[in-house]
């Protein structure tokens, strides 16, 4: 059932859950903090995704771990999570991609420029140097580069079996 609550989650829009997600937070204490800033961005996409990916992994790994005597936590720790490895890294990259590009709850959750993020701030910068578009690109460079630079970096390597093996081209 909570799974099916966390789907239903994934089908209504961010901008209808603003109005009681400010709320929330503002009751909570968290506006204006890292942690109020971050919290939104944890959606049921993560949980869907995980347990998809986990249903996949074989019985008969979880059952050989447990006939040689492997407790339940052991069986997670040394059989599960290194198979799950590439989705943990794949929900790590959408996760951050989408609070890279979040504007909408910073714009709302924000009053202070020092928790401004990339994105916020840019659209800040454009109404302080009108006249200077050439700062407001120089600005925007981070913003549109930052995101892509890992995976350019990572084209170097072949990830098989949860291993990153370097080509040799």
Not at 27 to 37: E, V
Not at 78 to 97: D, E
């Amino acid at each position: 059932v909570l799974f099916w609550v966390f789907l239903a989650s994934m089908m209504v829009p961010v901008q209808a859950t603003l109005i009681p997600l400010y709320s929330i937070m503002r009751q909570l204490g968290l506006l204006n903090t890292a942690f109020g800033l971050a919290l939104p961005i944890v959606t049921g996409f993560g949980v869907f995704l995980m347990k998809q990916f986990a249903e996949g992994i074989p019985d008969e790994l979880v059952e050989a771990a447990r006939i040689d005597g492997a407790p339940d936590r052991m069986v997670f720790l040394r059989v599960a999570v290194p198979l799950m490895r590439p989705v943990i890294i794949a929900l790590l990259i959408f996760t951050f991609l989408a609070a890279w590009n979040d504007f909408l709850w910073p714009l709302v959750s924000i009053s202070k420029n020092e928790m401004a993020t990339v994105t916020f701030a840019i659209a800040n910068l454009e109404g302080v140097h009108q006249r200077r578009r050439l700062h407001l690109l120089v600005a925007l460079l981070p913003c549109a580069c930052g995101p892509e630079s890992p995976p350019t970096y990572l084209g170097e390597y072949d990830v098989t079996d949860a291993q990153i093996v370097c080509r040799r081209d």
